[in-house]
Every structure is written in structure tokens, then in C-alpha cells.
């Protein structure tokens, strides 16, 4: 799950709005890993590593609309 896809150098911002870590369309999770480690995620793709996330004792944190 940690790929290189997580590393905050792939960070965009759309228009000052966070994207997506894995796709890069705007991101409605912000999630928080164990190591304090953010990646910001959309709501398909959080849906799709939330388990995984879950057990690495991963906060989720819901982006304002």
C-alpha cells in the first residue's frame, strides 16, 4: 500500500484545493498515518484503501465541500 504515490512531492493543488495523492481529481479525505504522515485522497479512493489505511491506525478526516 506505501507506494511511491504517497511521497509529498507528488502533492497538487488544484486551484488552491488539495487533489488527489493517487488520481489527482479533488480530494474529500485528508488521511493521517501513524508516522503523522498526510495523503489526501477522493472519496473513491479512500473508500478503496480504507481498510488497509484502518489498519495502520490511519486517521480519516472528511475535506470541507
Not at 480504507?50 to 475535506?63: C, D, T, W
Request: proline share 3%; glycine share 6%.
Amino acid at each position: 500500500l506505501m507506494s511511491s504515490w504517497f511521497t509529498p512531492q507528488n502533492r497538487r493543488r488544484l486551484g488552491g484545493i488539495e487533489a488527489c495523492d493517487r488520481c489527482g481529481i479533488r480530494a474529500t479525505v485528508r488521511v493521517v498515518l501513524a508516522s503523522g504522515r498526510e495523503i489526501y485522497l477522493c472519496r473513491d479512493h479512500a473508500r478503496k484503501f480504507e481498510q488497509a489505511l484502518k489498519q495502520l491506525r490511519s486517521e480519516f478526516h472528511e475535506l470541507p465541500t
